[in-house]
């Protein structure tokens, strides 16, 4: 099976940079990808890594260490409406998707 | 572009009632498909998946089902609601062809038992 670890909740700063941090346990290892989800509505797909190292696209990056089972996702220049819930899913082989139950983001003027 | 599409929005059915909810994908050919629920406060739990019409894997045993009729619809049923099934529906595509194999949610389907 899977294990998925994400803090349940944070709060930041409006501006500031906040990291959350995401674990995992699996074999057959077959890519992270972090989805951004506001409340009442579908998670929408923010970024994927395969290999190890940093990926970004514009104020959101995403890290992963394969051999560490960690991933992180940084968001810089927080705005208000970055208040969500962050989910880390993780695949292995072909088979879908396995979430992790979220990390509860508020931005805080 | 694809896009997904989920109906109803929201659904309000009575204990022991049947349950139909679609998802259409439109954009893509030979998706995968997927039917995830989310109860209030927890993660998304994986219900099935498609790999191809008539094609479902069943990931919890449990008083639903699935079905693909055509390449890209997928339907999720019951013949009998229970209290536990209230939650949030989401159907999810990915494509065959992406390495990466993101997957897409649709809008959602708002389900409360009573």
């Known amino acids: 099976g899977q294990n998925i670890d994400q803090p349940t909740e944070m709060t930041a700063t409006e501006g500031a940079i906040v990291q959350i941090n995401c674990t995992y346990q699996?074999?057959?290892?077959?890519?992270l990808f972090w989805y951004q989800q506001h409340a009442g509505e579908a998670p929408t797909f923010l970024s994927y890594?395969?290999?190890?190292g940093l990926e970004e696209k514009g104020r959101f990056s995403s890290f992963l260490s394969r051999s560490k089972g960690y991933s992180y996702l940084l968001l810089k220049e927080l705005q208000m409406k970055d208040s969500a819930s962050y989910l880390c899913a993780v695949r292995t082989g072909n088979t879908p998707l396995v979430f992790g139950k979220g990390t509860r983001l508020s931005v805080i003027a | 572009s694809q896009t997904i599409h989920q109906w109803p929005a929201t659904l309000v059915q009575p204990v022991g009632s049947p349950l139909s909810l679609e998802c259409t994908v439109e954009?893509?050919?030979?998706?995968?498909l997927y039917w995830y629920r989310q109860a209030a406060g927890r993660g998304l739990q994986l219900l099935f998946y498609?790999?191809?019409?008539?094609?479902i894997s069943s990931e919890v045993p449990q008083n639903l089902s699935a079905s693909r009729p055509q390449d890209r619809q997928f339907i999720l049923s019951s013949k009998k609601l229970l209290l536990s099934d209230s939650g949030f529906y989401l159907c999810?595509?990915?494509?065959?062809?992406?390495?990466?194999?993101?997957?897409?949610f649709g809008p959602g389907t708002r389900l409360t038992v009573t």
């Open positions: 999810a595509w990915s494509a065959r062809d992406r390495g990466s194999y993101e997957q897409y």
């Open positions: 699996t074999s057959g290892f077959n890519g």
């Open positions: 498609s790999v191809g019409i008539g094609q």
């Open positions: 954009g893509t050919s030979n998706p995968n």
């Open positions: 890594n395969v290999l190890d």
